[in-house]
């Protein structure tokens, strides 16, 4: 039986008490002593990093995190109780439990917030802060000062930690640009009787083109469906119908976190939701932020954020290039990667996720993604810093899909190696696997520091051919950055064939129905190599329209 992410938080519930900001990167002690009571105040609360930073320049940006944290989970719980209650339809539930837990992060932020803020202004002017940003999805402050401006911070009764804003890293992806094409070990004879199980639901001539793409050798072939595509069964779904229509994921949003997107590329151009029917650019800052460098249209000069959004929802419109899983999806994204960043432009980018903002400053929750790819993260083990993030996404019911992460040489895997954040509870982690559904030799395992089973669930993460900038494609790309949105694109999938599942539930759906894996390492399933196994597009959304 598969465990929900709510019996999870419970068993994490401790862990929560201990570290409940987290925008945390591990809180370092202060190891001096100090008789007087605010050098001890500062000392509790400001991290020995931090300090060790100042001793090397007058202006640091640190992080200011207050006491008065929202807990979004029971906000979102009460909130669909009151829908249920109201008996209104799934989609005004939802969207009701958006808007009431983004205002109850706001209401908190701005009625805690403000003597701080006023401080920080004063500093402003007297030229000891530079800049400052506050946040509401977690209710905190971004700070460029002097060290007396911090410690004077510290001695704040509500201030709670200040931390250091921490550098991170893209996942490093391996591109083999000489990669052969795709041969998978199964015979023709097999995907054949294979075949035999798919939904009666698909015309024989479609599941026969479906037999015939799940075996194909050439895996650069313009005219057909991509390797990793056919695997996971995804053409068989987009024949399915619902009312005579497809379930591509039409009418659904995928966001991603990444390094941007080249909005042009004729796989995604149709398909941003900042372009109207006409191909019109219309309010585009409603469906894309720079947090890195304010650029005001999609833009990927690293090919990353481009490559992984491909495999999610892109398609050539004249039926050549079928590289994503959920071709009828809409995208918007944010770029928070170049190819570094630091924890205050992803906190920035997660709360636009939350609620895009308008050129008047004013917050959308409506316009919110319905599906959050993140095919990025750090270092294994307990580091609770983006937390708070992925909980205001769940609550929200934005689902929120993490890659496991890749072997480094500060990680070269091994048990409870995977990468937070998807080793969170709230985080839905996907590993990789190569056409022959053996487990890519990057891809990290867990369990999790909550002793949970990680990753989920494993997805195609080799020899992957996508989109990249310069409206070309490219294959070759390796790492569970290529896994993440399968996952991603699979979810939308599944919210076109039934709106009203909650996160909750699409995480159940989609482990319930995976292809078990195993192998010698890991006998038994799930297990912390595989997850729950190989999504199974097909059988998933047929479990969601019995």
């Keep these: 039986m598969i465990k929900s992410k709510n019996i999870k938080k419970t068993l994490s519930v401790s862990f929560t008490a201990l570290l409940a900001f ?59 109780q009151k829908a249920s209650a109201e008996q209104i339809s799934p989609a005004a539930a939802k969207l009701s439990v958006r808007t009431t837990v983004v ?51 510290a001695t704040l009764p ?29 015979t023709a004879d097999q995907a054949v009787a294979d075949q035999a199980a798919v939904d009666t639901a ?26 990793n595509i056919s695997k996971i069964k995804a053409p068989q779904v987009w024949a399915k119908g619902i009312d005579g229509k497809g379930i591509d994921g039409k009418g659904i ?19 941003w939701r900042g372009l109207n029917a006409s191909g019109q650019v219309v309010n585009p800052e409603l469906s894309w932020y720079d947090a890195v460098n304010g ?46 960043t630091t924890d205050s432009i992803l906190l920035d980018g997660g709360q636009w996720i939350l609620a895009p903002v308008d050129k008047n400053g004013k917050k959308h929750p409506e316009l919110a993604p319905d599906v959050v790819n993140n095919s990025w993260g750090g270092g294994p083990g307990l580091d ?50 190569d056409v022959n559904n053996k487990l890519a030799s990057f891809s990290l ?22 989109s990249v900038p310069g409206g070309v494609y490219e294959g070759g790309w390796n790492g569970t950055s290529m896994a993440g949105p399968h996952t991603a694109g699979l979810a939308a999938l599944l919210l076109q064939a039934k709106p009203s599942l909650t996160v909750d539930q699409l995480e159940d759906v989609i482990s319930k129905t995976a292809t078990p894996l195993t192998d010698s390492q890991y006998r038994t399933s799930p297990n912390n190599g595989f997850g729950y196994g190989l999504i199974d597009a097909l059988a998933a959304v047929n479990s969601v329209l019995k």
Excluded: C
């Design 22 to 80: 987290s925008l945390i990167s591990p809180v370092y002690g202060d190891s001096s002593t100090t008789t007087s009571a605010g050098g001890s105040t500062i000392s509790a609360k400001v991290s020995a990093k931090l300090n060790q930073q100042f001793s090397a320049s007058e202006y640091v940006t640190y992080l200011v995190k207050l006491k008065d944290q929202v807990d979004t989970e029971s906000v979102a719980k009460h909130a669909f």
């Design 103 to 153: 205002n109850s992060l706001m209401d908190t932020a701005e009625k805690t917030q403000q003597s701080v803020e006023e401080y920080l202004k004063k500093e402003v002017n007297n030229g000891n802060v530079k800049k400052y940003k506050s946040y509401f999805i977690v209710n905190a402050f971004a700070v460029t000062s002097t060290k007396e401006v911090m410690d004077n911070l």
């Design 158 to 186: 509500e201030i709670d930690k200040i931390l250091p804003d921490e550098k991170r890293e893209l996942q490093k992806v391996e591109i083999d640009k000489d990669a052969q094409p795709v041969v998978e070990e199964s």
């Design 202 to 227: 698909v015309t024989e001539e479609n599941a026969q083109k479906s037999v015939e793409e799940s075996v194909y050798k050439d895996a650069v072939t313009p005219s057909r469906v991509e390797w």
């Design 253 to 271: 949003v995928v966001a991603n976190l990444d390094t941007g997107v080249e909005y042009t590329h004729p796989a995604l151009k149709r398909k």
């Design 295 to 340: 650029a005001s249209l999609p833009t990927d000069s690293n090919g990353h954020g481009t490559h992984t959004m491909g495999t999610s929802v892109g398609s050539d419109s004249n039926g050549t290039n079928e590289i994503g899983v959920a071709p009828g999806a809409k995208w918007i994204a944010v770029r928070v990667f170049n190819p570094d």
């Design 384 to 433: 609770e810093w983006y937390r708070p993030v992925t909980k205001a996404w769940r609550a929200a019911q934005i689902f929120p899909e993490f890659s496991a992460g890749n072997t480094t040489l500060s990680n070269p895997g091994g048990p409870g190696s995977v990468a937070n954040p998807a080793n969170l509870p709230e985080a839905y982690a996907t590993g990789a696997t």
């Design 445 to 466: 395992r867990g369990p999790s520091p909550y002793g949970e089973v990680k990753p989920e669930i494993s997805a195609p993460g080799v020899n992957i051919r996508s």
